[in-house]
């Protein structure tokens, strides 16, 4: 079936009458959040790491500031741990003093964990990754994931349920623009899991089977949302209640869309699945076709959303961009690879990680007790600067 052709599927039917039915499953009611690319589903309300405790590095002499690429150190096999010591004033000066090095470790490594810089307010956490990153935080917007924008365009990392875990993605790959960089910043340890798995994007290109990558890459990934009470709402996704301004958001960003009866608003995009480094060159997996696949959803709840609104409703699914399935094993396979390089570290409070985007994957496990992780962005990219 062609894109258009699944298109049509989709809007000829009286769907959105199936959305308007469902106060009628009050009593099964399912909602779903997605994450920063991810499903997380809700049923009846909206349903070990190492320690590292090497030594910290003084900070009494300015020199002392420099070469930490020199001094990384192992965290799971991967050197990127780097210990500092700095708070106040000289947060800043660390930072602009290494701001060059750490941009080098990171299009070596895909991200470098720093430890031991006190920063103590969402505003210098801002400032901080603008130093480092040398560019200005960007907003978060065509959300998928429920977070809370703090001050200086600092958000929450995503305010997803305690208990689910995040699966591996790339910010934003499912869009055709997205940060380059990202700066994870811990102020509240869990108590228990609420790791940051980590994995290179290089090496997931290239451990997929070749069959799979080129049948991903010659057909791309069609994105397909449907924006109601069961996910986020469309004025939370598009951070307007203006219907006019989705439809501009829309038209300026390649997604098809199409407003039903009531509220109701579904999407369609279609993005590549692989992509270039705009400075290595190097390609990477960037795609979210395993977490917008339905059959990211437990059987549970893919079973209730399917039965309440059929295939063509689900809040979220992928395709090739021609509008034919992605075979289950194909997403399977994608699975057990970012499976088999993911690696974590456990969260310190003060903990400061460095994400290239698009050469490290990040996500989330599930943890227990209170966590709070700030998140910054900067330096977009659109997909017309990709090769
Ligand atoms: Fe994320």
Redesign the pocket.
Known sequence: MTHEGLWVRFFKKSDWQLFSALPVFSCFRVTIWS???TFVAIISSRLKQDRLREPLLSFGKRDAFMNPGKDLLTVSGHKILFNVQASGSKVSDWALENRQELGDILLEKGCVLIRGLKILSSKQFGMVLQALFDDELIDYTYRS?PRTELRGKVYT??EYPAAET?PQ?N?NSYSNSWPLR?GFLCMQPSVTGGETPLADSRLVYQRIEKDVRERFERKGVMYVRNYSDLDLPWSEVFQTEDKDEVAAFCEKNGLEYHWGKGNHLRTCQVNPATASHPITGEKVWFNQAHLFHVSSLNPDVRNALLEIGGEENLPRNTYFSDGSEIPAEDLDHIREVYEALKFQFTWQRYDLLLVDNMLCS???NPFEGERKIL?GMTTPQFKSSTP
């Open positions: 994450l920063d690319m994931t990392a995503t995040i993605h910010e990202i990040h996500g989330r998140v």
